[in-house]
T-cell receptor, first 112, second 113 residues
Framework: AQSVTQLGSHVSVSEGALVLLRCNYS??????LFWYVQYPNQGLQLLLK??????LVKGINGFEAEFKKSETSFHLTKPSAHMSDAAEYFC??????????FGTGTRLQVFP | NAGVTQTPKFRVLKTGQSMTLLCAQD?????MYWYRQDPGMGLRLIHY???????AKGEVPDGYNVSRLKKQNFLLGLESAAPSQTSVYFC????????????FGQGTRLTVV
């Protein structure tokens, strides 16, 4: 069975600082990995996805993530945080089943 | 293009009442999912479907039933609501390709009193 672990339920950064949101996965087969963002009172929208084509994946709004098989990680980064990045971020995995499994989420706060 | 539409958006139920949440998608997707979102617990998969006429249990199926009589619709039922089912419910759909993302509705906020 596949699973994801997101370390840190809350992350706070200053505007302009590096954003790093952590995601580790467990899967018995090569996984497909996704990062979603949720703004208050809204549904989830896709930031980026890893589908084995390239280990460094670029997404919307300046975010990117690197797939590291040896570390079973898929951390999300952004070089310079903006106030509009404040939201909740979810990592998700789909392995050898039809299920799409989510982590517990990380709430990002950005301070001026 | 509507995408994934959930009905209703808000509902308050009394303990023991029943209700059905409707999810409709217009993207001809094979897969559909129901999740519940609770603070600190992320999104947990309740039930899902890989095609018309099929359903399967997710991580937290107890107390819920589902049906997929038409490809575009996925219904989530609560036969006897309990306060523990107070949550935000999200429906999602995806094509029958494992490396594609799921598309989400806007959610239904359900309160059971």
């Amino acid at each position: 069975a596949q699973s994801v672990t997101q370390l840190g339920s809350h992350v706070s950064v200053s505007e302009g600082a590096l954003v790093l949101l952590r995601c580790n996965y467990s899967s018995s087969v090569p996984p497909y990995l996704f990062w979603y963002v949720q703004y208050p009172n809204q549904g989830l929208q896709l930031l980026l996805k890893y589908t084995s084509a390239a280990t460094l994946v670029k997404g919307i709004n300046g975010f990117e993530a690197e797939f590291k098989k040896s570390e079973t990680s898929f951390h999300l980064t952004k070089p310079s945080a903006h106030m509009s990045d404040a939201a909740e971020y979810f990592c998700a995995v789909r392995g050898n089943t039809d299920k799409l499994i989510f982590g517990t989420g990380t709430r990002l706060q950005v301070f001026p | 293009n509507a995408g994934v539409t959930q009905t209703p958006k808000f509902r308050v139920l009394k303990t023991g009442q029943s209700m059905t949440l409707l999810c409709a998608q217009d993207m001809n997707h094979e897969y559909m999912y129901w999740y519940r979102q609770d603070p600190g617990m992320g999104l947990r998969l309740i039930h899902y479907s890989v095609g018309e006429g099929t359903t399967a249990k997710g991580e937290v199926p107890d107390g819920y039933n589902v049906s997929r009589l038409k490809k575009q619709n996925f219904l989530l039922g609560l036969e006897s609501a309990a306060p523990s089912q107070t949550s935000v419910y999200f429906c999602a759909s995806s094509p029958y390709v494992v490396n594609t993302e799921a598309f989400f509705g806007q959610g239904t906020r359900l309160t059971v009193v």
